[in-house]
T-cell receptor
Framework: DVKVTQSSRYLVKRTGEKVFLECVQD?????MFWYRQDPGLGLRLIYF???????EKGDIPEGYSVSREKKERFSLILESASTNQTSMYLC????????????FGNGTRLTVT | GQNIDQPTEMTATEGAIVQINCTYQ??????LFWYQQHAGEAPTFLSY????GLEEKGRFSSFLSRSKGYSYLLLKELQMKDSASYLC?????????????FGTGTRLTVIP
């Protein structure tokens, strides 16, 4: 079974702090993704990566950056956290085939106060 | 861009059949996925359609019509544990890597 592990289940940070969300997958997947999920808005793509050191912006990249130094690890960085970044953050990975589903981690609920 | 629509909420009775619809507009269509998400948990993969027609997998079936930009998820013999959100997601190849674009989800409540 594919396992996608997110480092924290719950996180509380203050406005202006730099925040790191870590994600590790154990199935040698090429693609990795960061989504945020908000009530009424569904899952929105922040960034994705299809290879080591490669990254592409999703629909809502503003205020975020990412890092993929190793194939199994994809980090999401909030450079200066703001209250509107309070959300559930979901990491996912997949093979590069079109029919390959995304496998999600359990999510990190981030609260910025 | 991508536009994916599905009903916000549905209620159905245990043992019944329910159909959850999804309509989409996208460029570079590369398949449609359905996910199930229980409250507080991660989405889990249910089905994938890329060709027109019906795919059956146990109590769950998914249908796709590419010409109509339409899909549905059919759940038979509903059980209480089927209460969850069901997410329709379209894979678009027009934006580089194979990312999925999600609808806002349909919250299904199964009542006794």
């Amino acid at each position: 079974d594919v396992k996608v592990t997110q480092s924290s289940r719950y996180l509380v940070k203050r406005t202006g702090e730099k925040v790191f969300l870590e994600c590790v997958q154990d199935m040698d997947h090429e693609n990795m993704f960061w989504y945020r999920q908000d009530p009424g808005l569904g899952l929105r793509l922040i960034y994705f990566s299809y290879d080591v050191k490669m990254k592409e912006k999703g629909d809502i990249p503003e205020g975020y950056s990412v890092s993929r130094e190793k194939k199994e690890r994809f980090s999401l960085i909030l450079e200066s956290a703001s209250t509107n970044q309070t959300s559930m953050y979901l990491c996912a990975s997949s093979l590069s085939n079109y029919n390959s589903p995304l496998h999600f981690g359990n999510g990190t609920r981030l609260t910025v106060t | 861009g991508q536009n994916i629509d599905q009903p916000t909420e549905m209620t159905a009775t245990e043992g019944a059949i329910v159909q959850i619809n999804c309509t989409y507009q996208t460029s570079g269509f590369n398949g449609l996925f359905w996910y199930q998400q229980h409250a507080g948990e991660a989405p889990t993969f249910l089905s994938y359609n890329v060709l027109d027609g019906l795919e059956e997998k146990g109590r769950f079936s998914s249908f796709l019509s590419r010409s109509k930009g339409y899909s549905y998820l059919l759940l038979k013999e509903l059980q209480m544990k089927d209460s969850a959100s069901y997410l329709c997601a379209v894979r678009s190849g027009s934006t580089g890597a194979n990312n999925l674009f999600f609808g806002t989800g349909t919250r299904l409540t199964v009542i006794p």
